[in-house]
């Protein structure tokens, strides 16, 4: 890695963050562009996590991982912005999932709750309410709310939207 990259990392550092989860150190948070809140870079030629590309300048190589996916950089601090190398350690997935939830990130929502859901809790019930006497066919109800017919089957049967 040359020094041309490094320059360009560190331009898009604050290495004077806000303290965080009762660090000793600040953190040191990305400024660039996000995905998902986590720092993005590029290096060599494609995308990865500023966190992640700190890793490898302060501590070396990521190591491969296990048959459940790649080796994770976390965050101690919990703060996805952060490229503070004392802020980082090595995890697998699992271990990801764990910090996740021990830190209570790990949010379940249902329903319109979802930032992605295309039907209301309303929309459902006249869904149900449209198919129980059988006047409309699964897919004349899915054009009806621009969604997929298993969609429609999904909500019929309960197997989504259980919680209305």
Not at 67 to 96: A, I, M, Q, W
Not at 125 to 132: D, F, M
Not at 144 to 153: G, H, L
Request: with cysteine; aromatic share 10%; hydrophobic share 30%.
């Amino acid at each position: 890695m040359d020094q041309k990259t490094l320059n360009r990392f560190w331009s898009k550092v604050n290495k004077y963050g806000k303290t965080m989860n009762h660090m000793e150190t600040p953190c040191w948070e990305w400024t660039a562009s996000l995905r998902s809140g986590y720092g993005q870079f590029t290096y060599p030629q494609k995308q990865m996590f500023a966190h992640r590309f700190s890793w490898l300048v302060h501590c070396g190589e990521i190591p491969e991982g296990d048959h459940y996916g790649t080796t994770c950089v976390l965050h101690k601090c919990d703060n996805r912005k952060c490229v503070n190398p004392e802020h980082l350690f090595l995890g697998s997935n699992v271990d990801n999932i764990a910090d996740k939830m021990s830190k209570g990130r790990h949010v379940v929502c249902v329903g319109e709750q979802c930032y992605n859901s295309k039907l209301s809790d309303s929309q459902v019930l006249e869904i149900r309410e449209k198919y129980v006497p059988r006047k409309y066919t699964l897919l004349q109800i899915a054009n009806d709310y621009d969604v997929d017919q298993s969609t429609i089957r999904a909500i019929i049967k309960r197997k989504a939207w259980r919680h209305i």
